[in-house]
């Protein structure tokens, strides 16, 4: 029987076992997606809205339920993936309550008699997930492309088919019709199919650089949109103005956060020549004392990877990056217990070309780079071919936004790590991909931006 299976990564222990879907029953479900849409286009704004509330309230009602099995699946501390299902909350109820306004026709002044811009639904969008967010990344896709009035099909992460189960039961509790949106428990390999199908119209994917590439080639031969928010390696500088502690507390958080798997974390610390050694002195301490532990420990800062495979695939980056000259101050070594964890690591005297200089760490492991001064910080920050996130850490907020402007990213935070917020657009540059996803932008990005003119 083909099957996916879902593995604790704190205990190794097998948590379920889910089959996977027959071609014939993939491609059913496709189109009972598709038959959805011919009169879900036709419902109106306030329809979904209410809807889309009673997914928001599901959500809020029963967080730890989603909570647990988020943590379980994936390992995130049980604090943090309450906080996550909290957010799907929010950004389903900022859709409900923003769409008639995001959508809304815009009038356009020519010769006409009347000329306007109106924005109508595609069909359905296929979405290519991750597991580091398994609930969040689905619901950024998924509501507005609801509220839109599209329909969805969903490609998760093996490891966490628990979570998307999750969110296609929960959606029908909500009261959404059935079939409008569908998890495929498939194979990566089924997913050029998926793509081909006549019925899917665009493909949104988080993820790898290579699975970007891979889902970007199969849509543009297919002439199918595509928005890709791929890795990171955001750079976050530290003036020599900035408060040490506050600065070194952004630091700890924006590497451990989600266990260090985050594509937005504070992957690369760029800090002036002035406090270097002072902050990396503080820096050591403050990471040493982050407790690595069970997630669902109210009490664990941080815990283990999603899989045994990447913490092995991390733990070989740190070892080239040292082979390369750069400094281990902290960490570096497997722990010998049970489960896919790695202590908070901390690399220094990063130079342009080391591993952990040039590609993306996923886990507890910072990189901390010494700069000249502000223009050497900003041209480190720059040498990178990723551009999702950067951030600027200093008491002086006109210097921060200066230099904030001159960062190569999609989003650039001052005194602040970079996070996502339904009210703004979330994207990157680069290798980081294309399109952007949340607030008025991103709902913008699967519907048909359509001219009207009237003579």
């Avoid at 967080?63 to 996550?84: L, N, V, W």
């Avoid at 492991?365 to 996130?389: C, M, P, Q, W």
């Avoid at 657009?425 to 991103?442: A, D, H, N, V, W």
Wanted: aromatic share 8%; hydrophobic share 40%; with cysteine.
């Amino acid at each position: 029987m083909n099957t996916s299976i879902s593995i604790n990564p704190a205990t190794e222990e097998k948590i379920a076992e889910y089959e996977r879907l027959t071609t014939s029953e993939t491609m059913s479900k496709i189109e009972d997606a598709h038959q959805v849409y011919l009169t879900w286009k036709q419902t109106s704004l306030d329809e979904r809205a209410q809807l889309m509330h009673k997914l928001a309230e599901e959500f809020e009602t029963n967080t730890e339920h989603y909570a647990q099995i988020a943590t379980s699946e994936m390992g995130k501390t049980i604090a943090q993936s309450r906080k996550e299902v909290e957010k799907c909350a929010w950004v389903c109820r900022y859709y409900a309550d923003n769409t008639k306004d995001l959508l809304a026709d815009t009038s356009v002044d020519t010769e006409a008699e009347k000329s306007y811009v109106t924005f109508q639904p595609l069909g359905v969008v296929l979405a290519v997930m991750p597991w580091n967010f398994p609930f969040y990344q689905a619901i950024r896709f998924l509501a507005p492309a609801l509220m839109a009035g599209n329909t969805g099909v969903l490609k998760h992460a093996s490891n966490v088919q628990g979570c998307a189960f999750a969110i296609e039961a929960a959606i029908i509790k909500a009261g959404f019709p059935k079939g409008i949106f569908s998890n495929l428990n498939v194979e990566s390999d089924a997913i050029e199919a998926v793509i081909e199908h006549k019925h899917i119209v665009a493909v949104t994917l988080t993820g790898s650089g290579p699975a970007g590439q891979s889902v970007a080639s199969i849509a543009g031969k297919n002439l199918k949109k595509t928005v890709l928010e791929l890795g990171g390696n955001d750079a976050y500088i530290v003036l020599d103005d900035a408060d040490l502690e506050e600065a070194v507390e952004l630091a700890t958080l924006g590497r451990l956060q989600n266990n260090g798997q985050t594509c937005i974390a504070a992957k690369r610390i760029i800090v002036l020549d002035k406090i270097y050694d002072d902050f990396l002195k503080l820096y050591k301490e403050k990471m040493e004392g982050a407790k690595m532990g069970e997630p669902t420990n109210e009490n664990t800062y941080y815990g283990p990877l999603a899989r045994l495979d990447l913490r092995d695939e991390l733990h070989e980056q740190v070892k080239k990056t040292i082979a390369q000259g750069g400094k281990l101050i902290l960490g570096g070594e497997i722990p010998k217990q049970k489960g896919a964890y790695y202590p908070a690591t901390i690399l220094a005297d990063l130079e342009d070309g080391m591993e952990a200089f040039t590609e993306e760490l996923f886990g507890p492991v910072a990189s901390v780079i010494r700069a000249k001064d502000e223009a050497h910080a900003i041209a480190l920050a720059n040498t990178s071919k990723f551009g999702l996130g950067a951030g600027v850490i200093t008491s002086d907020k006109k210097k921060g936004e200066t230099i904030a402007l001159q960062l190569e990213a999609g989003s650039c935070f001052v005194n602040k790590l970079v996070a996502s917020d339904p009210r703004l657009p979330f994207g990157g540059i680069k290798t980081s991909g294309f399109g952007r996803e949340l607030s008025g932008y991103g709902i913008k990005e699967f519907v048909n931006t359509k001219t009207i003119w009237v003579d």
